[in-house]
């Protein structure tokens, strides 16, 4: 087990862009898809992400939720990227800078 531990790939975190898609299965039939909505640094200095995730169950309801990790446990958790939406991301990044545009009208 500690063996495993030394050799483990390191997460991809560079590949992490707004608009990415991710999916993560598990046993029972569930499945776990992950849309990213902001990668970003909290006031720490520590990168987050922070993403939409839908859980499906077979035969049973789907429920979606907000939620941030750890850049580095989100890169662990959702390792099958299953492709993105372009205009997700630019609209993200439009909203980007029109709040970079506010904190620095607000600064002034």
């Known amino acids: 087990m500690l063996a495993a531990h030394w050799f483990k790939q390191p997460a991809r975190t560079d590949?992490?862009?707004?608009?990415?898609v991710y999916k993560r299965a598990h046993?029972?039939?569930?499945?776990?898809t992950a849309r990213v909505i902001d990668v970003g640094r909290d006031a720490l200095g520590i990168p987050h992400v922070t993403y939409e995730v839908s859980v499906e169950r077979a035969r049973l309801?789907?429920?979606?939720?907000?939620?941030?990790?750890g850049l580095e446990s989100f890169a662990e958790?959702?390792?099958e990227?299953?492709?993105?939406?372009?205009?997700?991301a630019?609209?993200?990044?439009?909203?980007?800078?029109?709040k970079?545009?506010?904190?620095?009208?607000?600064?002034?």
């Open 15 to 20: 590949e992490i862009k707004v608009g990415s």
């Open 27 to 32: 046993e029972g039939n569930i499945v776990e």
């Open 61 to 69: 309801a789907k429920y979606e939720e907000r939620r941030t990790l």
């Open 77 to 79: 958790r959702f390792q």
């Open 81 to 88: 990227s299953i492709g993105g939406d372009a205009a997700g």
């Open 90 to 98: 630019e609209n993200a990044s439009l909203k980007a800078s029109a």
């Open 100 to 108: 970079a545009a506010a904190k620095v009208k607000h600064d002034a």
